[in-house]
């Protein structure tokens, strides 16, 4: 059976839930936090070590600014009711991408990443303000700044997800075939599921059909 270690999702589909069903994009986000919650519980239930989120690309800068604040504000609540919950269940959080918010946001992010840097049940990646190419980018200009050679393990050593597994699966919702942005290195031997529904209707029982699949598939990474 395929080791299992680490799941990234993009989360896609909230504003269109939340049009559909809330006739509001907003209601959507707020929906989609509650599958955020069960797909953690799910995780850990599962033994995998490492959940990546999409949460907020640094593409997501050009959406009204209304909905990028009521994002923020919905993650602002997160923290300060949750941080203490997911610290309990010894849960660690680190946020990938560049933490330029604000004053406020940024403070709870350091705080939470503080707080949970020590525990081992499951690492959750937060990804925020993140953007894949940048990420490669930065890796390589630290790479020649410290006159490093440019070598696969030297490129993985100097990306933010350093220190941790590569996703053998990668999910999206949402019924968007696109990796937009994410995690594109990392990813080079992910098995990757489009998944139609969209992200506040992806219940537990679609992320258990889709570990199922991917520990029956034959992985052999380009030999036969
Ligand atoms: C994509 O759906 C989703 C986002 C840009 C935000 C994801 C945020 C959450 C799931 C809730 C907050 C999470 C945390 C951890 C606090 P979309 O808005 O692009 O959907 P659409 O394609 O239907 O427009």
């Known amino acids: 059976m395929n080791p299992l270690n680490h799941v990234a999702i993009i989360m896609d589909g909230n504003g269109r839930w939340g049009l559909k069903y809330k006739n509001s994009r907003n209601a959507g986000h707020q ?40 994002l923020f504000n919905l993650l602002e609540n997160f923290l300060i009711t949750k941080i203490d919950k997911l610290n309990d269940q010894n849960i660690k959080l680190k946020i990938i991408g560049i933490k330029n918010f604000s004053t406020k946001l940024n403070k709870l992010l350091n705080l939470a990443e503080k707080k949970t840097f020590k525990n ?15 990420e490669i980018i930065n890796a390589l200009k630290k790479l020649k700044k410290d006159k490093k050679q440019i070598n696969e393990k030297n490129l993985s050593k ?4 350093r220190d941790i597994p590569d996703p053998e699966i990668l999910i999206r919702t949402g019924n968007t075939k696109r990796l937009s942005n994410f995690l594109l290195w990392q990813a080079a031997y992910s098995e990757i599921f489009f998944e139609k529904k969209l992200w506040p209707s992806f219940e537990r029982r679609d992320f258990k059909k889709i570990i199922r699949k991917y520990k029956s598939i034959k992985r052999n990474f380009g030999s036969i």
């Open 31 to 70: 929906e989609g936090l509650k599958t955020v919650e069960k797909i953690i519980q799910e995780t850990i239930h599962q033994k995998i070590k490492y959940l990546t989120l999409y949460a907020f690309s640094t593409e997501n800068w050009k959406r009204p600014r209304k909905e990028i604040k009521y």
């Open 120 to 134: 081992t049940k499951l690492q959750i990646n937060l990804a925020l303000n993140y953007g894949s190419k940048s």
């Open 158 to 161: 100097n990306l933010q997800t």
